[in-house]
């Protein structure tokens, strides 16, 4: 605009005046006799509205450049995250937004900021790829890109970084972010039934006329990925996915369609369990290459670190999420990605490493699930599952502290831009065959690095969810507790007592969405194996003390059943 401005001054003040060499005798003779003075000449040129148009269009230009942000020299070493990404998320046209700020202008060699996307396995920036988008430089920086969900170029899964060019080649200039706001392309929200109590039970598929019996509001079930996934198309349902064509057991899905519309249609909502025990060597893809080998434990730790992982993991949240979201086949509000996965050499088999790279390879793998299972349903919650280990410190544990691990997954997940992930606690006694939780025990205390965390210090828990470093958007998140249960083998009135105990913590603390006892039949290889009786029905079907006591717990008819356990218990509640 000011090459505008300097161009139609010089016309104005005579500077470009052609030198008409050989100029034809009829043009002089014509322009000599114009019957026009100088004067007149010159006033037909200075026509006050256009100039005052061009000097008015100038002094905006120079306003601009004058308000302009200054340029600065940015070190190297200070520049990978000199911008600050403020939101990347999926706009209202369904592309990659991503808003970032800086103070000023870094120098380089062009006017632009370029955005890169990587894959989540990629931890370090690769100078050779391209930019996907590209805007002015700016202290306000917007940028877009295609998001095409569901293609082999789908971003859905991929962070997104800010760059600059310099010295020819492009540097990054911002930490990197995932989206946060996968729900935006949902085709489902569904989040689950008003519910009347929190009373939730592991169920036993083969009595759920008792479900009905017993007012279960919430259930969980597992879904092992070894039953679920299938070789080929013979009796499978194929599902492509980002290109990739995968296939499900059409006959252990007819048993999940059963069983989660049957539990709907009794009132209730099902928290599905996703476990990772598939073969290393049939679905190699699934399982962290770490993890293919000397596993320890029934479960390994998904795979995010490479594209097969992510696209495999990917298929499978969304299938599931897909199907049981209100599709016809029932309905899944909670999903749980693993099972106690601190405790790494018992349930998520990774080979030793520290706590960082073991959280980190699992964060990746529960962000994929989460952008899966969420891009298909809004409403559905999504959670990570640990044990009542929280604070042990020590050396020869082959596990991971609670605490420490949940720090360090809430962290890199905030880091990289906050999602809402859900807490799924199993506040198990300590040892697990103590019943009496409300006794206490030496490693059970009220402070926040307690060791272990139970039922009786449950509140160590909900208040740690509610600082700072826990919350999401000011509030506190989804926690359940998943798994908790009490043996028999001491006496069915200590289990009842301690079930309806626990019950009655869980209702009267808000920041509570629900507690899933385990379990409603006896499991004879936990009885086999650690001597635990835990079922409110022993494994042949008869009722215990518990079943009456847990059917009325939360109803009009609370006090008649649960009065007897004040006096075992000691306290009035």
């Not at 003779?29 to 000449?41: C, G, H, L, V």
């Not at 518990?546 to 006090?559: G, I, L, Q």
Request: proline residues 3%; aromatic residues 12%; contains cysteine.
């Amino acid at each position: 605009m000011l090459i505008a401005f300097a161009v139609a001054i010089a016309c104005v003040s005579g500077v470009f005046q052609k030198k008409q060499t050989g100029a034809p005798a009829e043009e002089e003779q014509i322009a000599s006799n114009e019957d026009k003075t100088p004067k007149d000449k010159e006033k037909s040129y200075l026509d006050e509205d256009a100039l005052k148009a061009i000097t008015d269009s100038g002094d905006r230009v120079k306003r601009a450049l004058d308000e302009r942000p200054p340029t600065v020299d940015i070190p190297d070493d200070q520049l990978a995250e000199y911008v600050s990404i403020d939101s990347c998320v999926i706009g209202e046209n369904g592309s990659v937004e991503v808003k970032a700020k800086a103070e000023a202008l870094p120098t380089s060699d062009d006017k632009y900021y370029y955005l890169f996307d990587a894959a989540t396995y990629e931890d370090d920036f690769n100078t050779e790829a391209e930019p996907i988008a590209k805007t002015y430089k700016d202290t306000e920086i917007d940028l877009s890109a295609g998001l095409h969900k569901g293609e082999a170029g789908s971003r859905l899964y991929r962070k997104f970084i800010v760059a600059v060019k310099k010295n020819d080649e492009y540097k990054t200039v911002s930490h990197a972010s995932y989206i946060t706001n996968p729900e935006a392309v949902a085709s489902y929200n569904y989040s689950g039934m008003q519910q009347s109590s929190k009373k939730g039970l592991l169920v036993d598929p083969s009595r759920l006329n008792e479900v009905g019996d017993l007012g279960v509001n919430y259930a969980t079930y597992n879904i092992p990925l070894n039953r679920l996934l299938a070789s080929g198309a013979e009796g499978s349902v194929a599902y492509t996915y980002n290109g990739v064509t995968y296939y499900f057991n059409g006959r252990i899905l007819q048993e999940y369609d059963y069983l989660f519309t049957n539990l709907n249609s009794k009132g209730v909502d099902i928290a599905a369990i996703i476990l990772n025990d598939v073969s290393p060597s049939t679905f190699p893809e699934v399982t962290h290459p770490n993890a293919r080998g000397g596993s320890t434990a029934p479960y390994y730790m998904f795979n995010a670190s490479d594209e097969s992982g992510v696209n495999a993991i990917a298929a499978i949240g969304s299938f599931l999420a897909g199907r049981y979201s209100g599709s016809g086949h029932g309905s899944v509000a909670m999903w749980i990605i693993g099972n106690e996965v601190n405790a790494r050499k018992e349930w998520n088999y990774m080979a030793q490493t520290d706590l960082a790279t073991y959280t980190a390879a699992y964060a990746r793998a529960f962000r994929v699930f989460y952008n899966a299972i969420k891009s298909t349903n809004a409403g559905a919650h999504v959670y990570i599952s640990l044990d009542q280990q929280w604070d042990r410190n020590m050396k020869s544990n082959p596990d991971y502290d609670g605490r420490d691990m949940l720090d360090t997954f809430a962290a890199s997940l905030r880091s990289y831009g906050d999602i809402g992930w859900g807490l799924a606690q199993h506040p198990y006694t300590v040892p697990l065959y103590d019943v009496d939780f409300w006794n206490g025990h030496k490693l059970v205390t009220d402070s926040a690095d307690t060791s272990f965390i139970t039922m009786k210090n449950i509140n160590v828990l909900t208040n740690y969810m509610n600082s700072e470093a826990m919350l999401y958007n000011g509030s506190v998140r989804s926690i359940i507790l998943s798994e908790v249960g009490y043996t028999s083998t001491k006496g069915d009135t200590l289990q009842a007592a301690a079930i309806a105990y626990a019950y009655s913590k869980v209702a009267a603390n808000s920041d509570l969405h629900a507690i899933m006892f385990s379990r409603q039949t006896d499991a004879p290889e936990e009885i086999a194996h650690d001597g635990l009786a835990m079922g409110l029905c022993t494994s042949g079907g008869g009722h215990k003390y518990s079943y009456e006591v847990f059917k009325y717990m939360d109803t009009d008819k609370r006090e008649e059943y649960i009065s007897f356990a004040r006096a075992i218990v000691g306290v009035n509640f």
